[in-house]
Every structure is written in C-alpha cells, then in structure tokens.
C-alpha cells in the first residue's frame, strides 16, 4: 500500500465520525453543561433546609420561618430539582442522539431546552439575591456555547433534517 492510499483511507470517516476536533470540542462542553443542570437538579432535590438567601427574602431571621413557608419553599425546590434532573438528562440523549448521527434539531433541541430551565431557574435565584445564579448561567453557557461550535462545523449534515 502506498503512501498516497493510506492518507486517503484516513481520510474517508463512517457517517457518524467527524474529524473536525472543534465539533467534538463543542459536544464535549454542551454534555459538561446538560450534566452540571442535572447535578446541579440534584443537589436542590435534596437540600434539607431553607438556605440563608431565602430568609433573608422571606424577611426572618436564620430558622425562623413559619413552618408552613419553609415547607412550601422546599416542596418547591425539590420539585426543581427533580424537573432539572429530568432536562439534564433529556439534553444529554438530545445530544447523543445527534451525535450518533441524527439531526441537527437534536442538539438545538438540547440547548433550547437547558436554556429555557436553566435561564428561569438562573432569574428566580438573582431575584430572591443571591449569587448562586451564577451556576444556572453557566450550565446554560456551556450547551448553548458546545452546541454552536459543535452544529457550526458539522457540515456532514448541514442540509439533512433540520
């Protein structure tokens, strides 16, 4: 085998490898960002008590909360989280999904969906004043930014499927 044979077998890829290491790059930071929601879904289902920037929206002092209120801020807070869960790992099937070859929508999808849970659950955090909104926001940085890299080099599906 010559030479020339070899460097062109390298360069002809299965349909579902892409040579372009940007795109693996992109995917790469869009799966870091779908698992971090999903983490992130899990630590507030289980955070045991109001945190100190919900007292201090609440207006009470650290443990003095009515009952009822701490109840019904925690009800709400789990109940996040596991939604949050539930968007990680729906983005990270989106993006396996178009990873193994399917469409482009796959990965939009992911990041549209991380975007929209992630941006409103970053917004009510910065609403009741703390900076822990700053985790939201990067979750959704990440996928929004590996997705764009990743769908903007893929040109092996650039007009098939959406």
């Given at each position: 085998m010559t030479l020339a044979?070899?460097?062109r077998e390298r360069s002809i890829s299965p349909p579902f490898?892409?040579?372009d290491r940007t795109i693996g790059i992109g995917y790469r930071l869009a799966q870091i960002g779908a698992a971090a929601t999903a983490l992130?879904?899990?630590?507030?289902a289980f955070i045991p008590r109001l945190l100190p920037h919900h007292e201090a929206f609440l207006g009470v002092a650290a443990g003095q909360a009515p009952a009822a209120t701490a109840?019904?801020?925690l009800t709400l807070l789990h109940t996040l989280g596991v939604a949050l869960v539930a968007v990680g790992v729906g983005a990270l099937a989106l993006l396996a999904a178009w990873r193994g070859g399917g469409p482009r929508s796959a990965a939009t999808s992911a990041a549209l969906v991380v975007l929209?849970?992630?941006?409103m659950?970053?917004?009510a955090i910065a609403r009741v004043g703390s900076v822990l909104f700053l985790g939201p926001v990067a979750c959704c940085l990440l996928v929004v930014v590996g997705v764009?890299?990743?769908i903007g080099r893929d040109s092996r599906r650039a007009g098939a499927g959406g």
């Open positions: 044979a070899t460097t490898e892409v040579p992130g879904g899990v630590v507030d109840t019904l801020v929209s849970a992630e941006g659950n970053a917004w764009a890299l990743a």
